[in-house]
């Protein structure tokens, strides 16, 4: 008998930690309709029973299967379990804490079963910001599993039937293409390596939408790719899901690059992003940096006056605010240190750029910053490998700090100010007497509540504070 055993996967091109649900167990479940276990499943197995109860929720079991009271059973006929773990573009999650080789490793020790390890693992994974790397393989076997769209096409909606096994409510992250338009791609990123460029067909999306919108799935994410904007048919897609499944809670999009936003038809798409999809939705930007010796030296996908200006149209279309209380649509940029040619006028760059668009009122959603990973293979592996990580990580904890109170707390206070309602704000767990939430959707924001509340339930809910990535709310 097949186990899958869903370790969470996080890289460039898409997110399978929950509440999102990746696409490797389910291409995988569509081909063996095999029995369906999270790390977290493996995690309570071990505690044999101890889990003790606690004033805050351990995110360690808190994913749990329908089948974790099954799990000694399924272990004991288990043939082969298939892992699927890698983390390429680690952060910090709310409700979930991704599997380590080390820990799988550790937690499989005494079972005699066939271990087949799949998914970005395959290439190395990291966890915490890049404190962590592991390239190590514990005793697997490896295969990549790297159907193609045509295999897809049928895989993907007999695997739709995965989310039967699933208790709690999952975002379901569709593929849309693969590869990236950069060529050769930027020097950290493992997406060239990995992936040829090509796009999914419109309808092969359509349909496993379909699968998942029957076994009563409304939350999704167009994912899975380099640059949502770069999809041949973009608008046509949009139009067809929304004439397919009209009540969709969540409809969002993941990455673009503003090379592709500020043509007419990168105008067109945004406009029809704002009409189609749901609100609090997020364009991610990977710009890395403002500092054009940086860009030059890593092949970064735009200067600095074309992201402005990306980031001007998006704000023109898409700030408005949605019926859930955030802004339709808004840009996102990703920060990345690291990076060769790094210095102290990098962070000068950086803090000139977004600085700029707090001043001239351009909302940003969120601002991602980390330590880059160097995987190898990448030319940035092959270039200059850790050493500028090494030279200047003894500046990071400074920069970041000043982006966060600078630049995040003031945007954010302009983003939804005191007083603000948000509508639909899904409970995920508790720390002592608060309760800690967020809106489904891209990056969405965490609401901390002064109050035990019901978990996965929604709750309408006011701003009354602001911290710097989130914020206090109380009940409307």
Same mark, same amino acid.
């Given at each position: ?12 091109? #898409? ?32 505690? %044999? ?20 009271? %099954? ?12 892992? &699927? ?21 550790? $937690? ?20 915490? #910001? ?31 039937? &995965?989310?039967?096994?699933?208790p709690s409510l999952r975002v379901i992250e569709i593929e849309t293409g693969r590869g990236c338009s950069n060529n050769p791609g930027c ?21 496993e939408m379909e699968a998942f919108y029957k076994l009563g799935v409304r939350d999704f994410r167009l994912g899975k790719q380099a640059c ?6 973009? %608008?046509?897609? $949009? ?5 397919? @499944? ?5 409809? *969002? ?32 930007? #990977?710009?890395?940096? @403002? ?16 992201? *402005? ?17 955030? !802004? ?18 990098? *962070? %000068? ?39 500028? $990580? ?12 000043? &982006? ?39 990056? !969405? ?29 109380? $009940?409307?």
């Open positions: 008998m097949i186990t899958i055993l869903d370790c969470y996967t996080d890289e460039p091109s #898409g997110l399978g930690v929950p509440p999102f649900l990746g696409v490797y167990p389910r291409y995988i479940f569509g081909e063996h309709k095999s029995n369906y276990l999270t790390i977290d499943d493996l995690r309570f197995f071990n505690y %044999e029973g101890k889990l003790k109860r606690k004033q805050k929720t351990d995110i360690k079991v808190y994913n749990l299967t329908k089948n974790y009271d %099954e799990i000694r059973r399924i272990l004991q006929h288990t043939t082969q379990m298939i892992i &699927i773990a890698g983390v390429h573009t680690p952060g910090k999650y709310l409700s979930a804490v991704p599997g380590t080789l080390k820990e799988i490793s550790s $937690l499989l020790s005494d079972f005699k079963f066939k271990k087949t390890l799949t998914g970005p693992a395959v290439h190395g994974t990291a966890i915490e #910001g890049g404190k962590f790397f592991e390239h190590t393989i514990h005793n697997f076997e490896i295969e990549n599993y790297d159907y193609s769209f045509d295999q897809i096409k049928t895989l993907s909606v007999k695997g739709a039937e &995965i989310i039967k096994q699933i020097s950290f990123c493992t997406e060239p390596i990995k992936n040829k460029l090509e796009y999914r067909n419109n309808n092969d999306i359509i349909q949502f904007y770069s999809l041949p048919n973009a %608008e046509k897609l $949009l139009d067809e899901i929304n004439s397919k @499944f009209p009540d969709l809670r969540t409809l *969002h999009i993941d990455n673009v690059n503003p090379v592709f936003v500020v043509s007419e038809t990168g105008k067109n798409l945004t406009k029809k992003i704002v009409e189609t999809c749901s609100s609090g939705n997020i364009a991610a930007f #990977g710009v890395e940096s @403002f500092d054009k010796d940086v860009i030059s030296a890593n092949n970064l996908n735009c200067t600095p006056e074309l992201v *402005h200006k990306a980031i001007k149209i998006i704000n023109e279309y898409g700030k408005e605010k949605g019926e859930n209380g955030m !802004p339709k649509f808004l840009p996102g940029l990703n920060i990345l240190f690291g990076l060769e040619n790094e210095s102290k006028k990098t *962070h %000068e760059e950086n803090m000139k750029w977004l600085k700029k668009f707090l001043d001239e009122d351009l909302l940003l959603r969120r601002i991602n910053i980390r330590q880059v990973n160097i995987f190898e293979g990448t030319p940035l592996y092959n270039s200059v490998g850790n050493k500028f $990580l090494r030279k200047n990580k003894k500046y990071y904890w400074k920069w970041r700090n000043e &982006i966060r109170q600078n630049i995040d707390l003031p945007m954010l206070k302009k983003l939804l100010p005191i007083g603000t309602i948000l509508k639909d704000v899904r409970m995920e767990i508790h720390d002592g007497k608060t309760t800690f939430g967020r809106q489904l959707g891209t990056y !969405p924001l965490i609401v901390g509540i002064e109050k035990k509340l019901e978990l996965n339930k929604f709750y309408d809910v006011k701003i009354k504070n602001h911290y710097l990535r989130s914020v206090v709310a109380e $009940l409307v």
